[in-house]
């Protein structure tokens, strides 16, 4: 695309912020998205550390930039600088999309979006049930939020390399969500083979295995997985993680984080834009680009 040809003057600007920023595909989403809706924005990424963050959002109140997503490790320090928070950002303690609204910073977590698109079609199969989550960051919070909002379960389990992480997020959300359906165990796989059997889903949440590190998964004992599960890893690249190609071994469902990539990513642009995205075109354009 050649950008230098349809800039304007009063050309929008959205952006990311991140650090390090060079891993993030959000770029090339949303300037394709931008692209074919034939409209005038344009997506660029800025490497801010955590010491710039308030800085950062000065620049961009100061300079009229649109909208901007963040991405880690900011997505909870970020919350404190903004002027207004959604009800999911504030419960979830995280955002990952911000919106310019003449002047006002607005919070919002699309990444509780990207997580239903994803998982809501098993809402059926997950009644009371036992879900895994692995991890304690930002994406964790996500996922827990929209458990907890939008799932009847038996149990949620939190498993974590620091398990004093895990046992904190457990409070939170107890506090928070009035939830107490938690149980916390240390990340330890070979530990965690029999737990990891009873859950009928198991989600992913932490980036390991993501590019370049793609011969790392949370767990590499086979017998973690069977058939009767569905196993979600929230890493888009690759499309097909370590993690879910052992569990695909087992028989196991597998889905990766593509779906829910574009997911909050439409909502973002949604919320930037008025418009919506068009989700599938996009998803099979990133399937094709990772793939290649």
Not at 40 to 56: E, M, N, Q, R
Not at 256 to 264: A, E, N, P, S, T
Request: aromatic share 8%; proline share 3%.
């Amino acid at each position: 695309m050649h950008y230098q040809n349809k800039l304007k003057q009063d050309t929008k600007i959205i952006g990311v912020l991140g650090h390090p920023i060079k891993q993030s595909y959000s770029p090339l989403m949303h300037n394709i998205s931008f692209e074919l809706a034939g409209l005038d924005y344009i997506y660029l990424p800025f490497d801010v550390p955590t010491s710039g963050l308030k800085a950062a959002l000065k620049g961009m109140l100061a300079l009229g930039i649109k909208g901007m997503n963040v991405t880690v490790p900011h997505k909870e320090k970020i919350v404190e600088f903004l002027t207004e928070i959604s009800e999911e950002a504030s419960i979830v303690g995280a955002v990952n999309t911000i919106v310019n609204e003449n002047g006002v910073l607005h919070g919002y977590n699309t990444d509780v979006n990207g997580v239903l698109d994803t998982i809501l079609p098993y809402k059926d199969d997950l009644a009371d049930q036992k879900v895994a989550i692995i991890g304690a960051g930002g994406a964790a919070r996500s996922v827990i939020y929209s458990l907890i909002r939008n799932f009847k379960l038996e149990e949620m389990i939190l498993l974590n390399r620091t398990e004093q992480k895990a046992e904190s997020l457990k409070e939170y959300f107890a506090a928070k969500m009035l939830y107490d359906k938690f149980k916390v165990y240390e990340l330890v796989p070979p530990d965690i083979t029999e737990v990891l059997k009873e859950c009928k889903m198991i989600i992913n949440t932490t980036s390991i295995g993501m590019f370049p590190e793609t011969d790392d998964s949370a767990t590499t004992i086979a017998e973690s997985f069977h058939k009767d599960q569905i196993i979600f890893d929230v890493v888009y690249n690759p499309i097909k993680t370590k993690f879910l190609q052992i569990a695909e071994s087992q028989g196991a469902e597998v889905i990766g984080g593509l779906k829910m990539f574009v997911g909050q990513g439409a909502k973002a642009y949604e919320l930037w834009t008025g418009q919506e995205m068009q989700k599938d075109k996009i998803y099979k354009t990133l399937e094709a680009y990772l793939s290649a």
